[in-house]
């Protein structure tokens, strides 16, 4: 007993001085340590800590009070400052801005027993004060390097304000727009959705995680949470292992692949098990099958929710089952701290799981360089030069345009002129400088995006009348959402329909606020909101020369608009540089490229809808006037516009669909495809393969992608495009989870979007 006094005494006498006992050699260079050398660190803390404290890194708190101000006396907040004063906190979230960090850390490591230090979460999503486009909208860019530099910015401006750890990015599969998270992530499509995760994490993490500009990713929300049935943000997920194995997991295991260092778990249940306490997924697939080595950290609250699911009987029995299943941080539920060592010490929690999470935790602040230096991430002077550099709005602003998606031109009604125009600018979202931030992006300051006013006042040599036409609604913060949606304001149409009379062309901005996208927004209608069609139409009545500029977080319904309106334009949520991406776009100073990641419904009845869907046994009409064939009676089957279209300004002809098949010999299918620009200015096409494996043990959808390439091509200009299937490419999950890959007839498909019918054909 005596001994261990002077232990901790020895310790606490260490930890007021600096980060932690150098003699026990526990400290980190400023590069990544080899795994061995941070393995018998960690094993050498571990040795020294009580249960209490391991299970205190295995604790992460939401920021609680004004860390530069006074210290919370009373209540939650005051205990939760005893745990962190502890070592009882391990990570904490919301905490950000050089100050803040460093005033909470310095608690971590100057008064706690180990001195070890936190690891600071926060969700930079797309971008941090600089913003980026949603992700969603990145994801029609289909350009990995743009993709991979956009997450390198957030993680540079994060990393400068005090954070090294972001919970994106957001792999979930959707193939439902009424769920207002699609805005968050790669869309429907796991192919394209394995590549956006692998590009980043990467721009995340970098090759070298202890460096000062690069922070921990987080692969969300493990897993289906993108499933959730009617799209109701939160809801039951019950899928099959098919859907499991080869659509939902497979963005998950590229992240992985990509060296994610955490994973975060999700709200929903999983086919009857709450992903939180769910140790198929957790234990057996990600810790045991792929071997990953990072830690899992819960979604917020998700411990605790487990008792509404049905699952755990109170919190304790909650702790015991995330802790057994492989839940190794509890995020907010404070469920870990008030029940785990009494778990432990009642045998109902082996310590040897207390270990590996722990170890897990320790591990990556060892990588992170955190025992080295715990203030690396705070320094003033960086984080004046780095948040909102010119460098960073470049940026921003590059990624912005390759995400706009051309989606409708007819006779050619877009690029603008630049001179001699009378242009009616319409719509309240064409001077909102805020919505263009998009939901999801805490740490912006409002109101800091380029509107499109401000895009296309920057041209000068037309007339720009602008005119808001009517409110959208009234979205307040990511947090609080008032779903005032204004459906009887029309009193500013008479001024924008004075507007469109006196135009050539008008610009009409319509579409969704910012907030009315992203976590809790879910919606049962995906029209434009309010009285946006109205407005539409009425100025369509007195000039139909409209271009439709959108703004939103999800695909919407737009068939009236796709029926009358010669030019349509999905611009997104682009970030901060928003209103220069899209004015360039409309004059013609870029040339569209984007292609969707997700289908755009012709009904909201349609939904979920997606194009790798499987053919059923009655996929066509047998006889003319026979009902009986899958279909509706009252709409089309096929989407607005499929996934993968984007038009461009220029037009692409494929030719020459080549397969040369040597799978026999090398294990490699070859694919070409001539592809030339027919039209007269550059232009870049993102030329797409799909595959359908026609006969197999478990049916195949009708196509699935399975490579792409962005290429750039001159007026005139013709390129052979190749690809090589191999058995990645070829094979498919069985219902047992096993990768196979089966011989048989196959057809390739290569061309500009999902509903290409420009094929061939090969035998494996
Ligand atoms: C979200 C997570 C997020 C967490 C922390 C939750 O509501 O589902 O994606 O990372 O909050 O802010």
New binding site residues.
Partial sequence: MKYIFILFLGLVAISMTGPIDNDLNLKSTSETEPSEVIAKKVDSLLAIMTLEEKIGQMNQYNGFWNVTGPAPENGDAAKKYEHLKKGYVGSM??VRGVKEVRAVQKIAVEETRLGIPLII?F?AIHGYKTTSPIPLAESASWDMEAIRLAAEVTAKEAAASGINWT?AP?VDISRDARWGRVM?GGGEDPYLGSKIAEARVKGFQGDDLSNIYTIAA?A??FAGYGFAEAGRDYNTVDVGTSTLYNVILPPFKAAKEAGVRTF?N??NDLNGIPATGDKFLQRDILKGEWGFTGFVVS??GSMREMIPHGYAKDGKHAAELAAIAGSDMD?ESYLYVEHLANLVREKKVDESLIDDSVRRILTLKYELGLFDDPYKYCDETREKEVINSKENHDAVLDVAKKSIVLLKNDNNMLPLKKSGQKIALIGALASDKNSPLGSWRIAADDNTAISVLEGMQAYKGNELTFAKGADVSVGKTQFVFETKINTTDRSGFDEAIEAAKKADKVVMVLGEVGFQSG?GRSRANLDLPGVQQDLLEAVHKVNPNIVLVLNNGRPLVLNWAHENIPAIVEGWHLGSQAGHAIAQVLYGDYNPSGKLPMSFPRSVGQVPIYYNHKNTGRPTIPAPNLVFWTHYIDEDNSPLYPFGHGLSYTNFKYEDLQVTNNYRVSGEVKVSVNLTNSGNVEGKEVVQLYTRDLFASVTRPVKELKGFELVSLKPGESKIIEFTLTQAELGFYNNKGEFVVERGEFEVFVGGSSATTNKNSFEL
Wanted: proline share 0%; glycine share 6%; net charge negative.
């Fill in positions: 979230l919301n979460g969700d919970f957001m968050e987080c969300k929300h975060m999700s709200f979604d917020w995020m976590e």
